[in-house]
C-alpha cells in the first residue's frame, strides 16, 4: 500500500517531472574515504510554486531513502507553536490531522505543499520543528529592536548588536526591492531587522539539532548563503549546505547549488503599488 506521502504527492508529480537541477549533475559514487553529505541542509523554495515543492520533496525523499534521518525544521510553523506540533506528531494519523490541530489560522500558506513533507515525518518517525519567528514577535522587534523577541543569550551567540554593515545593508535592499520600492523609507531599516531576527531564529532551532542532521524547509530568501540562515550557522560554527530552488531570473550565486524550476504564472505583486514588473516576482522570502 503507497505511504501516505506517497499519495499525497500524485497530484504534483506531473509538475515535478518539469524541473531540471543546473548546479547538481547526478553525483558519482562517492570514492573511499570521502566527506559524507552535508547534515545541516537547506532547502528553499517560491512558496505558490507546485513544481518547486514537487522538486524538492523529490530530494528529501532521495535522502531519506538513502538512510538520513533528520530532524526537519519548518518556516511554516512558528517557535511558540512548537507543543501543539509536537502533540499532533504524537497523537495525529496523518498529515491533514497535524495542520489542523496546529495552524488552522494561517491561511497564508499553501498547505497542500506542505502536507506530503508532514507525512514523510509521521512515516518516518522524525522530528517536526516549528522554526520561524510569529508575526507578533516580528512587529516587536520592528518596533522595539532585537531584545524585544529575542533572549539576550541569542543576541549574545550571533553579535547581533554589531551587525556587519554589508549583511545590513544587502537586507535593506531586499526590504526594499520586496515591497516595489514603495515602503517609507524610515521602515526600511526596522523590517529589515526583523528579517535578519528570523533568520537567526531559524539557524537557532537548526543549531540545536544539527548534530543529528537536521534540514529547513524555508524560501529562498531564508536560504541564501550570504545574509539568510547560511551566514548566522557558519557564525554558530556550522557548515550549512543551501539549496535554491529558483524560477528563471533568480540569483544561483547565493546558494550551495541551484535547482531549476519553471516559472508560475501569478498576477505582478507590484500592481498594487501602482507599479509593474516585467513578471510576477516569486514569493520566496
Same mark, same amino acid.
Request: aromatic share 6%.
Given at each position: 500500500?503507497?505511504?501516505? &506521502? ?9 509538475? @515535478? ?11 558519482? =559514487? ?19 510554486? &507546485?513544481?518547486?515543492?514537487? #522538486? ?15 530532524? *526537519? ?9 512548537? @507543543? ?29 505543499? /506542505?502536507?506530503?513533507? *508532514? ?5 518516518? %518517525? ?9 508575526? +507578533? ?6 518596533? %522595539? ?12 551567540? /550571533?553579535?547581533?548588536?554589531?551587525? =556587519? ?32 531576527? !528570523? ?5 537557532? #532551532?537548526?543549531?540545536?539539532? +544539527? ?7 524555508? @524560501?529562498? @530568501?531564508?536560504?541564501? !548563503?550570504? *545574509? ?19 524560477? =528563471?531570473?533568480?540569483? #544561483? ?7 531549476? *524550476? =519553471? ?23
Amino acid at each position: 500500500m503507497p505511504s501516505r &506521502a506517497a499519495l499525497l504527492l500524485l497530484p504534483v508529480l506531473a509538475a @515535478g517531472a518539469l524541473t531540471s537541477c543546473v548546479h547538481a549533475p547526478a553525483p558519482a =559514487p562517492a570514492p573511499q574515504g570521502a566527506v559524507d553529505p552535508p547534515e545541516v541542509l537547506l532547502l528553499g523554495e517560491v512558496h505558490d510554486s &507546485a513544481p518547486g515543492h514537487a #522538486a524538492r520533496l523529490e530530494r528529501l525523499q532521495a535522502r531519506l531513502a538513502a538512510d538520513w534521518r533528520p530532524a *526537519i525544521a519548518m518556516e511554516q510553523f512558528d517557535r511558540e507553536q512548537q @507543543g501543539a506540533l509536537d502533540a499532533a506528531m504524537r497523537d495525529c494519523a496523518d498529515a491533514a490531522c497535524v495542520i489542523a490541530r496546529v495552524a488552522p489560522g494561517k491561511s497564508g500558506w499553501h498547505w497542500d505543499h /506542505y502536507a506530503p513533507v *508532514i507525512a514523510l515525518a509521521l512515516d518516518y %518517525d522524525l522530528p517536526l520543528y516549528a522554526a520561524n519567528l510569529s508575526r +507578533a514577535d516580528a512587529a516587536k522587534v520592528v518596533r %522595539d529592536g532585537f531584545g524585544a523577541a529575542l533572549s539576550p543569550a541569542m543576541i549574545a551567540r /550571533y553579535h547581533l548588536d554589531t551587525l =556587519p554593515p554589508a549583511l545590513v545593508a544587502a537586507q535593506e535592499t531586499e526590504v526594499r526591492d520586496s515591497h516595489c520600492g514603495q515602503l517609507p523609507e524610515t521602515m526600511v531599516g526596522p523590517m529589515a531587522r526583523a528579517q535578519i531576527a !528570523r533568520d537567526v531564529v531559524m539557524a537557532q #532551532a537548526l543549531a540545536e539539532h +544539527a548534530s543529528t542532521g537536521a534540514v529547513l524547509l524555508a @524560501g529562498n @530568501g531564508h536560504v541564501r !548563503r550570504d *545574509i539568510g540562515v547560511p551566514y548566522w550557522l557558519r557564525q554558530a560554527g556550522l557548515a550549512p549546505f543551501a539549496v535554491g530552488f529558483l524560477e =528563471p531570473g533568480g540569483s #544561483a550565486e547565493a546558494f550551495d547549488e541551484v535547482v531549476s *524550476i =519553471p516559472e508560475v504564472e501569478r498576477p505582478d505583486p507590484c500592481a498594487a503599488f501602482g507599479k509593474t514588473t516585467s513578471s510576477g516576482s516569486p514569493a520566496g522570502t
